[in-house]
């Protein structure tokens, strides 16, 4: 773990190392495959063997389409699981496969299959040729009995000819019967009287299928003839019939099912046949590379998380549709403007969204194809471009399976509905609010419905009361609080991130009070102190937390803000930061009307957040020059503001200028490659006069500041001297200037030689 500085570690360097290799053997990368492991009876399946399996097979499929981070689905593994186990007897008549949609090697083939949400449980006949043929189970089925009918019911559709592996399933008729050992060389006939509506008959045929000299039929309730041979009166009952004529009842009495095949196995003569059943693809790896888990802080948003959400939005969630319009498409355009008024992210991904967003407006339907092809990272805009895969740093889990993109879709729309918050802009600026956008994506979009269905629950009941973006703010959090205590204790959270009530007294101490309650066991509750959680989650989901470093850098730097990252990366697209060496680990601090706007919006207040207390967040020292480690030690903090307003107002006007130019190109071409200037930071419009009068009583320098203020002024005057020409301008100078020093020495040398050699000449001519 890291300290609350984030920049030392708080074990030795061996104990961070045991740690790391006891998490490493604890990821599951070499013992399992998604949520299932090898050595479960079902086939592991991949964009490679999906399809080569499934078509043109002799016995029927029925394949788990699954996203390893829904909790749905991790819900329904165990079920899943268990059905495979229930049935693995009736291989290779029945197959049972699994495929992981949220790997994005897989995410092209559960497009064609047609996914849009998990999981998804699809029925493939024998010799099925497109993923068209594949019958989705219906939702409701949840139980290994139900699936179990289901299966049974899907093969008994099949048309002529039956499958050759699949034993049959049709009840036995009377002429059937009379002929049966003169036609099958088999020792005993099993007979199962069995209501019309009922699968035993047809599960204990299938659970025998894989063993010789024995063959199950079935009889029904409604054949009253073979009913009244053989004297039933009670259902279900078992006859055993053998080849010399003798018949004997089945025993059975409670678990119809395990008793008749416990007993039918264990005949002599009975004996399991060899069939080969592959439980896992010959090409699939056996092993998954993995990567250590990394010691992320947790009071940290990593930018990473959060342009993965996004990528996951938009490249997997809304391209799974062949088409998409009407109210789905009003939903995708209201999320892709929200990320572009909002979303406070990295400048190619804002103007990759920017583009996204001018490109979607006009659109009245998508097709699948289109939408693709407007996703891609083009090579023409190097300046707009998406990550290809999504990468979790903060939002990595314990095991491939665990949080991912539920944590950060939720870290998403918390820092959207934050951003919004903090900006003052009036309710008909026709930007989407971020709450109705949030919900009609995951209306819309979000691939586990059983989760979006309980949101949308919450939605309908208290969204309509939201009035203010602050209350926006705190509905969100309320929301994911209770979505955390209904997901708590499930077994599908992972184990090392529990779902608690957040935040924690560890980040937010003032955010919870404990009051009087005669009703509980220990007569105290927990209260919430709304007007500090509102504080604290502006300030954890805010432009000013997101880092873009990884976990593993902040043991020796600490992270810049994405505002910072922003502004350099403008000033040197832009042109402004050409022959000038930037410091690249400057921090760039609000001004005082900024921190004065902080304050009022809840961004920033020292006394509110018990700052030095545990919990508290972690804020950045204001500087505007970066100081030496040694000047961080001194007491004194000075700041030259001279050169900084010098080199800001310097900034300024080559901007102006490289703007201006910029202007003129984009009337010739349209592509909107632009940098989008970073709308939260405000120009420093200080004369120095004022900044000179401001800072006057901390301006006592040591000799060594003394002397970079006195460079400073010196270059103050070399760039009013300089002021209206360019390098180019100079260059020619200097180069004129070394040209007229050569031609004045040869001149000089030149004289010099002619003076003393007409002194020579009248010497000789005088002797």
Known sequence: MLSAAGSRPLMPTACLVAVLLFLVREIPGTTSLGLYAPDDPLVQLDAETLERRIFNSTGAWVVEFYASWCGHCKAFAPVWKGLANDVKDWRPAVMLGAIDCADFSNKNICYKFGIKSYPTVKFFKMLSQKPEDGMPLPDYEKTIESLRGTIISL????????????????PISVTELRDFFLVNNVTYLALIFDQDNSFLSREVALDMFQFENIAVRRILKS????????????????????NNGSCRSIPGLENWRSQYTSFLQNLPGVFRRDVFIPTVSPTAPTTIPFTIWKLA?????????????????????????????????SALKDFVSVLVQHFAGRLVVKNYLSNLDLWLRPKTIVLQREWEEALKNKKEFPNATLPETPHWVGCQGSKPQFRGFPCGLWSLFHHLTVQAACRKQSASSGIPDVLPTMRGYIRSFF?????????????????????????????????H?????????????????????????????SCR????????????????????????????????NIYMDSPLAHQTRSGRNVAQQNYEAEWRLEGGGRGEESDQDNQKEPDEDTKTEQLETGKVEKKKFDLGKPGSPELHKPSIIKMSTKAKEMVEDIVDLDTFSEQHFKSEDLKLARQSSIRERRTKRDTRLFLMENEGRRSLDYSRESLRNKNLGARQFSGV?????????????????????????????????????????????????????????LAYSLT
């Open 223 to 242: 054949n009253e003839e073979l009913v009244k041979q053989f004297n039933i009166t009670t259902f279900p009952s078992g006859l055993l019939v053998t």
């Open 705 to 761: 500041q003394v002397e970079k203020e006195n460079t400073s002024r010196r270059n103050q005057w070399i760039y009013i001297l300089g002021i209206g020409f360019s390098r180019l301008d100079v260059s020619l100078c200097v180069l004129l200037y070394l040209l007229s020093s050569v031609c004045l020495l040869g001149m000089y040398t030149f004289f010099r030689m002619r003076m003393s050699y007409r002194k020579a000449r």
């Open 513 to 544: 009070s404990t009051s009087i309650d005669s009703s509980l066991q220990n007569g105290r509750k927990s209260v919430w102190n709304k007007n500090r959680v509102l504080m604290f989650l502006k300030w954890h989901f805010s432009e000013k």
């Open 155 to 170: 093969m008994e559709s099949h048309e002529d000819p039956w499958p050759s592996p699949s034993p049959p399933l049709h």
């Open 447 to 479: 691939g586990c419905r059983d989760c979006a269905q309980h949101f949308e629950a919450m939605a309908a009941e208290s969204m309509h009361e939201v009035r203010s973006r602050n209350e926006a703010v705190l509905w969100l959090w309320s929301r």
């Open 481 to 509: 609080n209770r979505v955390n205590a209904r997901l708590a204790d499930r077994g599908t959270d992972d184990p090392q991130f529990p779902k608690i009530q957040w935040p924690p007294k560890s980040f937010c101490l």
């Open 297 to 329: 802080d947790k009071r940290k948003i990593y930018m990473d998380d959060l342009e993965s959400a996004v990528l996951y939005t938009l490249r997997i969630e809304a391209a799974v549709f062949p088409s998409l319009d009407g109210e789905r498409l």
